[in-house]
């Protein structure tokens, strides 16, 4: 007789799981595609859109900087920076969801055991039946599965699926930061010990200056006021070292923040050995879609809002449950585990949902809007990494133009200032001319400095636009 049971209960519950099975095609649930963007071919500005696929952004910073002071500090960095160690709690966070979201089509499972006494009153309706009180004992597991009918948990798992994706990017992102914010200020300390260097030469410079106007002034060729003129010169300049000396002090600091660092003083080469091996690619305006990890992200985040709108659009339709449960249940606990205490039941329930104040079509619209809203944030990314792209590509260009008229500048000044001290020495200049041309000179220096300084950090720019640091 148990097995005849036993064999019905099987019979209707193969039945039922088969029809769910089966129900399972009937999807609602729409296939995310990628927009289209008809800005996309013309995201940058330049008059040479390349047409070759290859980008430096596909090149490794371990390639790019040739530098091995510099890649040891960005090897150490992507280790310690806290940006990095919290994008990366962040990524944990977002795969413990995506793995949640891979189980929703298994059952859920729960086994309970339990041993009830009651005290039965006399006048109750059991009472009367029963004298005394009743124990039972159970022994029980129970079973609830949700037909996957219109596609809903197949939304919500690619939709934390898109969620954990996002992190990634999130945490590409960081590591691409770090790595231009790393390598652009290591280049500025270069920039800086090599404007100390000039301001060295230049006060040195000046300070026989101030002999040798002395000098002329006890001679009867100049006043005093040229003697005074040339020490304020010389102390300007020494003035000028304290300030770069503190910038590097305090570049220095930064930098070993960006390491995850106690501030301490930094190894390092010359700004005129750095050379960066990478040719300029930009690559085509379509890999920013695989290359800008921030791109990435924003695309993630419209998968996200896309699945989860399907799931909010699933919400409308019935949802069919399979729940059983069974096993030992007995009055008297020496029956408790025998074939008599065997007990189990299925259910089968499909549930539509038909008034709940307006919740359902309230949380559709929301998600709805929210796609929107993801779909111009996708769209505005775009836009921002081409317009980061043109200008890094503008600059690089300019300043490699404007480094050629920078650097005879200064051989201008350095050969005015040469000829106006030999002229004063021989008394046809004035102290004027060349107070005005050295101090010409040492701007101009500083300036060659500064636009070495620039055509480093232009490619850093520019390798950071394209997406470039993270791989």
């Not at 086994?111 to 029963?130: C, D, M, P, R, V």
Request: aromatic share 8%; charged share 20%.
């Amino acid at each position: 007789m148990i097995s005849i049971i036993k064999h019905n209960m099987l019979n209707k519950f193969g039945v039922l799981l088969f029809a769910a099975i089966t129900l399972q095609s009937c999807f609602v649930a729409k296939d995310y595609e990628r927009p289209e963007f008809e800005e996309t071919p013309d995201l940058y500005r330049t008059e040479n859109l390349s047409t070759d696929s290859l980008s430096m952004a596909d090149v490794s910073w371990k390639d790019l900087f040739t530098d091995p002071y510099l890649n040891q500090y960005i090897e150490e960095g992507l280790q310690n920076n806290m940006d990095i160690r919290m994008a990366i709690q962040q990524m944990a966070t977002a795969e413990a969801y995506a793995k949640q979201g891979k189980a929703g089509y298994l059952p859920s499972v729960g086994l309970n055991t339990s041993a009830t006494h009651q005290e039965l009153s006399k006048n109750s309706q059991f009472g009367s039946f029963f004298n005394g009180s009743i124990e039972q004992f159970e022994l029980s597991a129970n079973l609830s599965w949700e037909a996957d009918i219109w596609g809903k948990i197949r939304s919500a798992k690619r939709a934390s699926d898109a969620n954990y994706l996002q992190s990634v990017a999130a945490h590409r992102a960081v590591k691409t930061m770090l790595v231009s914010s790393i390598a652009t200020t290591y280049y500025q300390l270069l920039a800086l010990d090599a404007q100390l260097e000039v301001t060295n030469i230049s006060i040195d410079v000046r300070e026989k200056s101030v002999e040798t106007i002395k000098a002329l002034m006890e001679a009867g060729q100049v006043t005093q006021v040229a003697v005074d003129q040339s020490i304020a010169q010389y102390k300007n300049a020494s003035a000028l070292k304290i300030d770069i000396e503190t910038a590097i002090y305090q570049t220095e600091n930064t930098f070993n923040l960006l390491l995850g660092k106690s501030a301490q003083s930094v190894e390092r080469t010359i700004l005129d050995n750095q050379e960066l091996t990478s040719d300029i690619k930009t690559g085509v305006p379509s890999a920013l879609l695989r290359n800008r990890p921030d791109v990435m992200a924003a695309e993630y985040a419209l998968i996200n809002a896309f699945e989860l709108t399907n799931v909010a659009k699933s919400q409308f339709y019935p949802a069919l449950t399979l729940t059983a449960s069974g096993g030992f249940q007995s009055l008297d606990l020496k029956d408790w585990i025998s074939a008599n205490s065997i007990f189990a039941n299925i259910v089968g329930g499909l549930a539509q949902p038909i008034f709940n104040k307006r919740s359902i079509k309230t949380q559709y619209e929301v998600s709805q809007a929210q796609q929107k809203q993801a779909l111009i944030n996708f769209e505005q990314s775009l836009l921002i990494a081409g317009n980061e792209v043109s200008n890094a590509l503008y600059k690089f260009d300019a300043e490699n133009k404007k480094i050629v008229f920078r650097e005879q500048e200064v051989v201008a000044l350095k050969n005015a200032e040469a000829n106006s001290e030999e002229l004063l020495n021989y008394g046809y200049g004035t102290y004027l001319d060349l107070l005005t041309a050295r101090a010409a000179a040492l701007n101009a220096e500083l300036s060659v400095v500064e636009s070495k300084l620039q055509k480093l950090l232009n490619v850093v720019d520019l390798y950071e636009a394209l997406g470039g640091g993270w791989k």
